[in-house]
T-cell receptor, first 112, second 113 residues
Framework: GQQLNQSPQSMFIQEGEDVSMNCTSSSIFNTWLWYKQDPGEGPVLLIALYKAGELTSNGRLTAQFGITRKDSFLNISASIPSDVGIYFCAGQLYGGAQKLVFGQGTRLTINP | KAGVTQTPRYLIKTRGQQVTLSCSPISGHRSVSWYQQTPGQGLQFLFEYFSETQRNKGNFPGRFSGRQFSNSRSEMNVSTLELGDSALYLC????????????FGPGTRLLVL
């Protein structure tokens, strides 16, 4: 099925470091979403972006909706152990369908 | 406000059996979507229901079906289970009032033996 190109696939960092991940698509989306998933649980919404060029923060997290509407990035500043998990980007189109298209995920591991 | 709930959380079935999973959306949410998550394929969209009608469907065989009730609760059914149906099945709800985002439940982990 269709997927977004998310990179990197995995990251191994030291606690306190900043993290950056991004997603690109050949398709335009109306909304970009970033989720975090812990093992055995469902994805939890971190940030939602609704307009091209929009830059939104949620605590130590910052995400931007690319101006072309085909990409988005997520930054995590000053990482802490609870940031460990898998981060997914998702693109959403409107117009009668609520279908989300997901990236492959970025697995974040933090060395204390 | 309570989140999306899914039952059961874990399920073990054998090939050829059928299974029904249940999802209760966030109160007031009328749209329910289902996703399958596997290590190989990632998160894949199954279908979406709104006001008891299926509005969109992903690329899954007809063995995968669903329905939505008048109280917005939804069920999905998989018939004639195959080993490859082992996955985490996730339900997400949204209210559809303008620019809406989807909120996920914890999922049902299905293992087919």
């Amino acid at each position: 099925g269709q997927q977004l190109n998310q990179s990197p696939q995995s990251m191994f960092i030291q606690e306190g470091e900043d993290v950056s991940m991004n997603c690109t698509s050949s398709s335009i989306f109306n909304t970009w979403l970033w989720y975090k998933q812990d093992p055995g649980e469902g994805p939890v919404l971190l940030i939602a972006l609704y307009k091209a060029g929009e830059l939104t923060s949620n605590g130590r997290l910052t995400a931007q909706f690319g101006i072309t509407r085909k990409d988005s990035f997520l930054n995590i500043s000053a990482s802490i152990p609870s940031d460990v998990g898998i981060y997914f980007c998702a693109g959403q189109l409107y117009g009668g369908a609520q279908k989300l298209v997901f990236g492959q995920g970025t697995r974040l591991t933090i060395n204390p | 406000k309570a989140g999306v709930t899914q039952t059961p959380r874990y399920l073990i079935k054998t090939r050829g059996q059928q299974v029904t999973l249940s999802c209760s959306p966030i109160s007031g949410h009328r749209s329910v979507s289902w996703y399958q998550q596997t290590p190989g394929q990632g998160l894949q969209f199954l279908f979406e229901y709104f006001s008891e009608t299926q509005r969109n469907k992903g690329n899954f065989p007809g063995r995968f079906s669903g329905r939505q009730f008048s109280n917005s609760r939804s069920e999905m059914n998989v018939s004639t289970l195959e080993l490859g149906d082992s996955a985490l099945y996730l339900c997400a709800s949204s209210s559809l009032a303008g620019q809406e985002t989807q909120y996920f439940g914890p999922g049902t982990r299905l293992l087919v033996l």
